[in-house]
């Protein structure tokens, strides 16, 4: 059987796996890494995701603990609710530049999110943990900004878009016609359109934290007159045409304290309201969704369900008809599952600041895996913080500085120490080889003394270097004397006797020169009084010193 596999079907294969076997598989060869790294295998991957229903929620949570203002995303099965353990967690790999801030959300699309602070704009895509940062926009005079993150399907093409009100006034938005900028990820940079001239002018944009929603090519924003004395219209900007159009919502449906903004349930754009809510509170604690059945038909807006979700902030609805809300807290808020057949609460334990919760449908992609990869900024500090940092970095850099320097002085006496040591070793050496030579050399004139010594021990022979007699080396050996060298009994004699090579017939002993006693040319016999020998005859005639 052959082991080829035609292109289409190793194509096929690929198409249906997963995306982290995908990113594995990269590395199996060239040719797979640049097949499945193609903008036409990206593309068909990302349609065939599409037709298939997502199981995952994911979930964005900001919190200020363990550090300030730090962002989580988390993924949460979207057919029943998941317990802590089943929770799993996604790294954010991004930092905002300001300690006490966090980025803020543009919107999600297709499993791609895009985020900003100031005027850095990235594009993240949590399944392949890759990411972008985009140049900096063209517009950046101090303005109102609303921003939205969409997908046009005509050109594949992810886009977002900066709709920019020159000046900060209460009627600014009414009296002015928009700057409209427009990031193409298939392009890589801005540009300015003229779209605002299609927006109507007269409306202010409800913006209160929300992301718009993207659907049909189309991003979607909640706008009301600017005296706020009439319902709220919703408006479209599309990606393809880059035009703003009006889409109305039933008469009578809202009213002027309600916080509506746009939403994407089931695959048809939705209104989620919340009546009388101001600045986070909810007055009647009612909710209300509003779904258009057929997109841009404004007879096909159906009225849901209503639910009292005694102050909580809906973030959006599980397969399983579960809502998803935001409960705030004393100290914080918290992100619960509500069964609204049951009225079943149930906390899944994720817990962060009011208006920093998002929910989205999960979907794997590739999108961006085509792209260089984009390094992590490093985060900045202000000024104050940043003369603190140098302060004590220069401090540390100087303490630094003095203990190298003591290690320094240190290194170098150790150094010399060392080599006075080698010195003292190569000297001990030298003395040793010396001395073993003498020793060899004693233990042969003694064997050729006379019967008048004796060497009773011979590996108790000694060797002593004095450097007072002009370097003369001592042999201390252990003898025994012939009886008619010794005149008594008892002598004070040493047990240990020096012999010293010498050049002349006569040895000094405490002072006196006594003549040599027939020992062999050039050695002498040393005495020593102070040390008491008993002299005892053996029965071969010798005398033993025995030391007391």
């Keep these: ?216 090519g189309a991003v979607h924003f909640v706008v009301r007159d600017w005296d706020n004395k009439s319902d709220p219209s919703v408006l479209s900007f599309d990606l393809g045409d880059e035009v703003f159009r009006m889409i109305s919502v039933p008469n009578g449906a809202f009213s002027t304290s309600d916080y509506v903004h746009t939403s994407v349930i089931g695959g048809s754009l939705s209104l989620l309201c919340h009546d009388s809510y101001t600045y986070g509170h909810a007055v009647n604690n009612c909710c209300s969704i509003w779904v258009m059945k057929e997109y841009g038909v404004v007879d096909s807006w159906t009225k849901q369900f209503t639910v009292n979700l005694n102050g909580g902030l809906l973030l959006g609805l599980q397969k399983n008809g579960n809502m998803l809300v935001e409960t705030k807290l004393p100290l914080h808020c918290e992100i619960s599952s509500y069964d609204p057949k049951s009225k079943q609460v149930k906390n899944l334990g994720i817990c962060g600041m009011s208006y920093t919760f998002f929910v989205d449908n999960y979907m794997e992609n590739l999108v961006l895996l085509d792209k260089p990869n984009d390094k992590v900024s490093k985060r900045r500090v202000s000024r104050k913080r940043k ?98 060298l010794i005149d008594s009994k008892k002598s004070s004699l040493r047990h240990w006797k020096r012999i010293l090579r010498s050049s002349n017939n006569k040895i000094v002993m405490d002072g006196f020169v006594v003549p040599r006693i027939g020992l062999a040319d050039g050695l002498a016999l040393l005495w020593q009084d102070g040390v008491d020998v008993d002299i005892q005859t053996s029965s071969s005639h010798h005398i033993d010193a025995l030391i007391k």
């Design 1 to 216: 059987m052959s082991d080829y596999l035609p292109e289409e079907v190793v194509l096929e294969i690929l198409h249906r796996l997963p995306v982290k076997s995908l990113i594995r598989f990269r590395c199996v060869s060239k040719s797979w890494n640049s097949l499945i790294t193609t903008s036409a295998f990206i593309k068909s991957h990302l349609t065939r995701s599409l037709s298939l229903s997502s199981d995952k929620l994911i979930v964005r949570q900001c919190v200020n603990k363990p550090y300030p203002f730090v962002e989580h995303y988390k993924l949460i099965d979207d057919t029943n609710d998941s317990s802590s353990d089943q929770i799993q967690h996604i790294d954010f790999p991004l930092r905002c530049s300001r300690f006490i801030c966090h980025f803020n959300l543009i919107g999600s699309v297709n499993g791609l999110f895009s985020l900003f602070e100031e005027d850095r704009f990235v594009i993240w895509n949590p399944s392949i943990r890759k990411f972008i940062t985009l140049p900096k926009p063209c517009i950046r005079v101090k303005s109102v900004v609303h921003e939205a993150f969409g997908f046009d399907p005509r050109t594949n093409d992810y886009k977002v878009v900066r709709i920019a009100f020159p000046r900060r006034t209460q009627s600014s938005e009414m009296a002015k016609i928009p700057l409209v900028e427009i990031y193409s990820l298939n392009e890589g940079s801005w540009r300015i359109t003229s779209a605002g001239n299609s927006f109507s002018p007269g409306f202010s944009f409800v913006d209160r934290g929300r992301p718009s929603a993207s659907l049909n």
């Design 387 to 484: 003369y603190s940092l140098i302060k004590v970095v220069s401090e540390k850099e100087r303490r630094d500085k003095e203990t190298s320097h003591e290690l320094e002085k240190k290194m170098l006496h150790l150094e010399h120490d060392i080599t006075i040591l080698k010195a003292k070793v190569m000297e001990i050496s030298t003395l040793k080889s010396e001395m073993a030579a003498l020793k060899s050399q004693a233990l042969r004139f003694v064997q050729q003394l006379s019967n008048q010594i004796i060497v009773v021990h011979t590996d108790a022979i000694e060797i002593e270097h004095d450097s007072e007699k002009n370097g003369a080396s001592w042999i201390n050996v252990p003898i025994v004397y012939e009886d008619n």
